[in-house]
């Protein structure tokens, strides 16, 4: 038998995605059973499935041992650098500025330094974190950029704040500016691109079209020239849409691609600049709150910058070309 006390961070959950989160090993039939036979209850009565849990509830689960078993604790952002740059933070968010060539989650390779392990380790590490208080919650990101691309990333601290950052960026009252280095000099020097994308699983690449295709999902892309060195553009770009690898395969496909970029971009250009990533970097995030955003109703309207975008120094020096 196992009896929880429903915390903070657990509490809007429904009771099946609770139990299938904080134990995998009762598998989703015998949970169902259990329900039904009221093996499972809370405040010691009846209770359904979708049930939403709520701070302080009273969770009683009666069935065998072997179920609430946990293998040895072996945390996975233990092995994560301790290198964080931390923009912004407070009881509720945190905002890194991730650096170019480390990817925010592991992946079918499994990194064992991430973005999100080196920000678990860092709560960890400041007491804010303990794995052992929590019962499915883990400090998450809300928002990712390739691994190669630079810049700024949400991290949500409890549960109640990732569930708000996640409808605002859903609901695009989170908006994020880039920065990045093109070639040659788009004309006109502020435009608003339009096109379909299709996604290559095996190439891992993505395609620009302008007509629809079977599969080609609507893009849009603003841009914004800034200033030209030495035949290459400093341009800002906001994204209308959030497609996989957009900026880099939109401004390609207008003939502009990005400095650095060896998968859309020109190899011979890149080089020459001695530049083997793309200069991108996510530069400016801006909470723009037009629904009830609760309890992170205090961060509408402010806005948070990365203080030295790795390529600008170069560009203004006129190293670049």
């Known amino acids: 038998m196992k ?25 989703p039939s015998l949970m169902y059973k259990s329900i039904r036979t009221k093996n499972i209850k809370i405040n010691r009565k009846r209770c359904t499935p979708d049930q939403k849990l709520c701070e302080g509830d009273l969770l009683d689960i009666w069935l065998k041992d072997e179920f609430f078993v946990q293998p040895p604790h072996k945390y996975e952002f233990t092995n994560a650098s301790e290198r964080l740059d931390v923009v912004f933070e407070d009881e509720n968010i945190l905002i890194a500025n991730k650096p170019q060539g480390l990817i ?21 590490n400041k007491g804010e974190y303990d794995p052992e208080k929590e019962n499915s919650f883990t400090p998450a990101l809300v928002n990712r950029i390739d691994r190669n691309t630079s810049g700024l990333v949400i991290a949500a601290k409890n549960a109640a704040s990732l569930r708000i950052l996640n409808a605002k960026m859903k609901s695009r009252e989170i908006h994020k500016k880039y920065l990045c280095i093109v070639c ?23 395609y620009i079209e302008k007509k629809r295709s079977e599969n080609g999902k609507t893009i849009r892309t603003h841009y914004r020239v800034l200033d030209t060195v030495n035949d290459f553009s400093l341009v800002e770009i906001d994204l209308l849409t959030g497609r996989t690898h957009q900026i880099r395969a939109h401004m390609a496909s207008i003939g502009h691609p990005l400095l650095g970029d060896g998968k859309y971009g020109t190899n011979r250009v890149n080089r020459s600049a001695g530049y ?4 991108l970097c996510s530069y400016r995030l801006t909470f723009d709150f037009t629904s009830d955003a609760e309890e992170l109703a205090y961060l509408n309207g402010r806005s948070f910058e990365v203080e030295n975008v790795p390529f600008l120094a170069d560009f203004y020096a006129g190293k670049i070309g």
Do not use: M, S
Request: no cysteine; proline share 8%.
């Open 3 to 27: 009896q929880i006390v429903i915390n903070k961070n657990d509490a809007g959950q429904r009771l099946n995605k609770f139990i299938e989160k904080t134990f995998p090993a009762i598998p």
């Open 276 to 279: 083997f990533r793309q200069a």
């Open 184 to 206: 040659g000099r788009p004309v006109p020097a502020e435009a608003t691109l339009e096109g379909y994308l299709e996604k290559n699983e095996q190439q891992n690449r993505v």
């Open 104 to 124: 925010v989650h592991p992946d079918e390779n499994y990194e064992p330094d991430t973005l999100i392990f080196r920000i678990q380790k860092y709560l960890y």
